[in-house]
């Protein structure tokens, strides 16, 4: 019988994370109020690996990688793949039926749309972003451009190169990584060569860095967004950094709480203006929109308390975005059962070979021909 999984874990320096995520997702579904049943977890290694394990595991059993009794599995993307255990009884490969995927992958693939785009090869129904909303989300100069182009306000940003100009705007800079999460890699550098030195020094800008002004007279403020059944959004959160801690909202003062997001100081509901608190809300809305978001998502911004720019979207958020939502409350265990739902009903991608009738292939002639 088909059964429901969550996934967590994978190749990224939010693996952690994820690992968080993925066991308070287990318990939320099997807890009061849940789905009930007996939900698969299966464990993304840091090397990429597969293994299923007990969903009922604290955080402590990986780490060291693999928990103990756990049992590897192997992952095939095509029309009869998925994943199955090659050393099931008698040798046999056993197939694991699944009913719809909880995706709790944090950064790298589990959350550029590479996971969705093996999945959706497999034919899995899953949770969170589609392969095309996952990708425009990690990218964050993709994602600030989609942003501008769309009237809405936001930094000016531009990439970084070893050989690049500096940017048509002035120091100090905030440096982030151009494909990754929302807080691991960034720093502040008071000019554009110090920008650039970073990208031999700082490993997580060897795939690309952005840059943008850094003001420090702004601070954060989130918004959820979820949309199954129906488009809805959170109230309005304000993380409180550490005291001591850098000028920007970084990973500590998010995930260095023993539960992830959900465990993080905050000001929630954010104590703003009426006016701030419905810009913020018809920007989220306009933002999901843009972006395609799919299942449950976090919207960050900053703000000086008065006007707001929009900085980047989580398109899995920490704890899946959990402690958001108090206004009205939604149980945790509802917002999983959602998640599944739209997975199961409203499907990321049907491929199609409609149109390829052979027309082009009988008319092609000689494929020497067309190289010479």
């Known amino acids: 019988m088909p059964e429901v999984t969550v996934i967590f874990g994978g190749p990224s320096p939010e693996h952690d994370v994820s690992v968080l995520t993925g066991l308070q997702a287990a318990r939320g579904l099997t807890g009061p109020g849940g789905p009930g049943g007996n939900p698969r977890a299966i464990f993304w290694t840091k090397t990429g690996d597969w293994y299923e394990v007990d969903p009922a595991l604290e955080a402590e059993a990986f780490l060291e990688g693999v928990p103990r009794g756990a049992t590897k599995l192997q992952f095939v993307a ?8 090659p050393g099931g009884r008698l040798g046999r490969t056993r197939s694991l039926e699944i009913d719809a995927a909880l995706v ?11 996971l969705q785009a093996a999945l959706d090869l497999a034919g899995i129904h899953y949770s969170g972003p589609t392969v095309s909303g996952a990708a425009l989300g990690m990218d964050k100069l993709a ?3 989609v942003v501008a182009a769309a009237g809405l306000p936001t930094l000016p940003r531009a990439l970084v190169t070893a050989e690049g100009v500096p940017p048509p705007f002035p120091g100090p800079y905030i440096v982030k990584p151009r494909f990754g999460g929302s807080s691991i890699g960034i720093d502040v550098v008071e000019d554009h060569a110090t920008a650039q030195a970073r990208l031999t020094a700082n490993p997580h800008l060897r795939f690309g860095a952005v840059i943008e002004p850094f003001r420090p007279d702004l601070t954060d403020l989130q918004v959820g967004v979820r949309t199954w059944p129906s488009l809805q959004l959170s109230a309005v959160e304000r993380p409180i950094r550490a005291s001591g801690s850098t ?40 933002i999901a929109a843009l972006a395609g978001v799919r299942g449950v998502a976090r919207i960050d911004f900053l703000s000086d ?68």
Not at 104 to 114: A, L, S
Not at 248 to 274: F, H, Q, T, W
Not at 337 to 363: K, M
Request: charged letters at 20%.
């Open 247 to 286: 000028d920007i909202l970084d990973y500590r003062d998010k995930y260095v709480a023993g539960e992830g997001m959900a465990g993080a100081n905050r000001e929630l509901p954010a104590k703003i203006s009426s006016e701030l608190d419905k810009s913020l809300g018809d920007a989220a809305e306009r």
């Open 305 to 372: 308390g008065e006007q707001f720019v929009v900085n980047e979207i989580n398109t899995i958020p920490g704890s899946l975005a959990r402690y958001l939502w108090v206004t009205p409350p939604i149980p945790f265990p509802t917002l999983l059962t959602d998640l599944l739902a739209e997975a199961r009903q409203r499907p990321t991608h049907a491929y199609s070979a409609a149109g390829a009738d052979g027309t082009v292939l009988r008319s092609a002639g000689s494929i020497a021909g067309k190289l010479g």
């Open 143 to 145: 994602f600030g451009t």
């Open 78 to 85: 095509g029309p009869d793949g998925g994943f199955s255990d």
């Open 104 to 114: 709790c992958c944090h950064g790298g693939p589990g959350e550029d749309g590479t």
